[in-house]
């Protein structure tokens, strides 16, 4: 009796209301909290006004009130996905925000991107990227992620989280939005570098490498989304795995906000995984799973699930259908009652000139840029170079300069970027820096993706003609980014050739390399003097690329992945543990296993020494804390920038553990001579692992506590630490 009674109240809700004002206003709840609001307004909505509300920029519903919740990107700079604003700033790719090493400058970038979006009516973001990468470059969306290292994305995550969406009395205030922590979780975990390929992990590696970012994100940052991944986790996707969804991030780490779908993915239960047999038994295992939010971009009826064609008739045949609709509903409405949307009317928005007098901004995507560059190799002192000593400068490659595109975006910014009113080149930076005092001659050599050999003869016509050579080659959105994933890293096309053609004309060259990923460069390792990593350096690069090549600004940035030798030795990551040597340093037959480039490396036109670590105390408890410092001293005759990291290692334990993890970085600035001394906390949460139980435990024994200015051994100094 009880379920006929409960069919008929569904039934008649989902057919009521017909005869009310379009324009009614729910009732005044001024004195009410959010929870209370939620509820009055749910229990006054239609079964199509909750279906309607479980979509991404669900209409506004004028019979109730209830507005919009406009999304967008935001990964480097606010980028709405179906529209090109030319007037938004899009900042370094996250891979280079990373190599900063300087979490304030992400959590700046990212409150600049909130107002930016708040300007465009944009009040919910699907960034960050919390993927931890899994060593293989192979994988397009490499250049989305912070890096190899849990503790580094947990760090650069919460300060991008906490710029996006604002803390304290401002969080989610007129000036923040929603930021969305995504892709939970293992998204890079796949055995083939393919997008969206199946995870299958341990429960130790998920919770030691996978998951610590969004714990972080939830726990500290407080984020207001969680977005899963497209793959399937050991064999259960995530759209529909109640285990990661409900047990670990809701209930275990406390999640309390709304879960939207990846592009489709509800829908994929379907047609990729293949375990639904119907677009509504996936959307059933998606709503039970508690995805409260169906994102279709595009709003493809045709691939929706949380839709009332799609759902009507089996929720009212199983009425017990209604709590999951209406707990997703009730998290949706709840976010925007955070958001300050119901007190709000929305704007107006001119594209043209809704952000005009964003220079602020452009200048700090400038030094985000800057503060990015990376030196890998600097023999004899070839850069910086000084305009006084050269008459004729050749700028080389197809990554050297790049045109306004007709539509979309530029290509050398990487994945998720919008439209920036402008972009300043290698060859454009160049020119701007040297004006009328060194002849600049240009020639692209090749294309990015193209085995055409045709511009070789100009290209090195123009270096003959110059006394040093600013070669700039890698990779672009045609060959990286979502969807690039990639069987080989070398650099693609002919690019090798023209790099191998311009060194043989004996003129001294430099390479910058514009990019997404971690590439094999063995040639440029070996045969050209200095070598720059500046990723895609945002609409600013080649400004940035011009200061770092004539020494207005020294290099200061670290590597947060390494860089592998060859295809084949991927997964290449410093997280590793002992091998059947017992050091960690063994090699491949015929090959060595150590990385090109290591995590954590990067050179400076000065030079830093370390003294020796000194414990607070060279003994604790294992509930206790101490500190470590270490001096570092500028030893050049330049102001620089130095990153000390922070290694821990649990020497013996009951489990087996990586040879060291970051527990701490700090990016430094020290005049010539000058020393500084960098302190680091030595508590629970620096020293704890998983035990086998999977709980976190410092166990007592000595740990190996080691500083320097990267993950290299050659480069750190260690203390050990005794806890009992």
């Known amino acids: 009796m009880k379920k006929i009674v409960l069919t008929c109240f569904i039934a008649a809700s989902i057919f009521n209301c017909k005869a009310q004002s379009k324009r009614q206003k729910p009732s005044s709840y001024a004195n009410q909290g959010i929870t209370e609001k939620v509820e009055q307004l749910l229990s006054q909505m239609t079964f199509e006004e909750k279906i309607a509300e479980m979509t991404q920029d669900a209409p506004a519903n004028e019979r109730l009130g209830i507005p919009v919740m406009k999304y967008g990107e935001a990964l480097h700079g606010l980028w709405l996905v179906l529209d090109y604003y030319g007037n938004t700033t899009v900042y370094p790719q996250a891979v280079a925000c990373a190599s900063t090493w300087e979490p304030e400058l992400i959590k700046k970038m990212a409150s600049q991107t909130a107002l930016e979006a708040r300007a465009l009516g944009v009040t919910h973001c699907y960034s960050p990227n919390l993927d931890v990468y899994a060593g293989d470059a192979r994988y397009g969306r490499v250049e989305e992620s912070y890096g190899e290292d849990p503790y580094l994305v947990s760090r650069m995550g919460v300060a991008f989280i906490q710029g996006l969406q604002g803390t304290g009395n401002e969080q989610f205030d007129e000036n923040h939005v929603i930021a969305t922590a995504k892709h939970f979780v293992g998204y890079p975990e796949n055995r083939r570098g393919i997008n969206g390929g199946f995870s299958d992990m341990s429960e130790r590696r ?15 940052a407080k984020v207001g989304s969680v977005m899963p991944g497209h793959q399937d986790f050991n064999g259960v996707p995530c759209h529909m795995n109640t285990w990661l969804l409900k047990d670990i991030l809701r209930n275990e780490l406390g999640f309390d ?22 677009r509504t038994k996936a ?35 199983d009425p017990s259908l209604m709590k999951y609709i209406d707990k997703a509903v009730s998290r949706n409405l709840t976010a925007k009652y955070k958001l300050g949307l119901f007190d709000s009317e929305p704007k107006d928005i001119d594209p043209e000139t809704v952000n005009a007098g964003r220079d602020e901004h452009r200048e700090f995507a400038l030094e985000m840029a800057e503060k990015s560059i990376i030196m890998l190799k600097n023999d004899n002192n070839l850069l910086p170079l000084d305009v006084s000593k050269i008459k004729s400068l050749a700028v080389i490659g197809p990554n050297a300069h790049e045109e306004r595109p007709k539509k979309g975006t530029y290509k050398l910014l990487g994945g998720y970027s919008g439209l920036p009113p402008y972009y300043v080149s290698v060859l454009d930076g160049l020119k701007k820096k040297v004006g009328d005092r060194v002849k600049i001659n240009y020639a692209k050599g090749c294309d990015i993706d193209s085995f055409s050999k045709e511009g070789f003869p100009a290209a090195v016509s123009a270096v003959e003609e110059s006394d040093a050579v600013v070669l700039v080659v890698g990779s672009s959105h045609r060959t990286c980014g979502e969807g690039g994933d990639r069987s080989n890293l070398d650099l693609y096309g002919v690019q090798n050739e023209l790099v191998e053609a311009i060194h043989k004309t004996g003129k001294p060259v430099i390479v910058v390399l514009i990019n997404g990923r971690p590439l094999s460069i063995n040639y440029i390792a070996e045969n050209i003097p200095s070598v720059l990593e ?24 670290k590597l947060t992945m390494s860089f592998p030798r060859s295809v084949g030795q991927v997964p290449v990551t410093y997280l590793e543990r002992p091998d059947f040597i017992g050091s960690g340093k063994g090699k491949y037959r015929f090959s060595d296993k150590s990385p090109l480039y290591p995590f954590g490396y990067g050179l400076s036109y000065t030079t830093f020494s370390y003294g020796e670590p000194k414990l607070e105390q060279a003994t604790i408890s294992v509930k206790g804390s101490t500190t470590v410092a270490i001096d570092v001293t500028n030893t050049g005759d330049r102001e620089g920038d130095e990153v000390v990291q922070l290694y821990v290692r649990d020497d013996f334990a009951s489990v087996g553990r990586y040879l060291k993890l970051l527990k701490g970085f700090e990016r430094i600035t020290l005049k010539p001579g000058e020393t500084k001394t960098v302190r680091f906390n030595l508590g629970f949460n620096e020293l704890n692992i998983l035990n086998q139980q999977m709980k976190k435990v410092v166990e007592p024994g000595t740990f190996t506590i080691s500083l320097g200015g990267s993950s290299l051994e050659k480069d750190l100094k260690k203390v050990k630490l005794s806890v009992n």
């Open 257 to 278: 906000g709304f879960i939207v779908s990846d592009n489709n993915d509800v829908g994929r239960l379907e047609t990729m995984h293949f375990i639904a047999e119907t």
């Open 283 to 317: 959307a059933i295992l998606g709503l039970k799973a508690g995805v409260d939010m169906d994102l279709v971009i595009g709003k493809n009826e045709k691939l929706a699930t949380y839709h009332a064609n799609v759902l009507k008739d089996t929720v009212m045949q």
């Open 534 to 557: 500046t990723w895609y350096g945002g609409m600013r690069a080649g400004d940035a690329v011009a200061n770092v090549l004539f020494g207005d600004v020294n290099p200061g940035g």
């Open 206 to 220: 998920l919770r030691e490498v996978y998951l610590p970012s969004f714990e972080a994100a939830v726990k500290e």
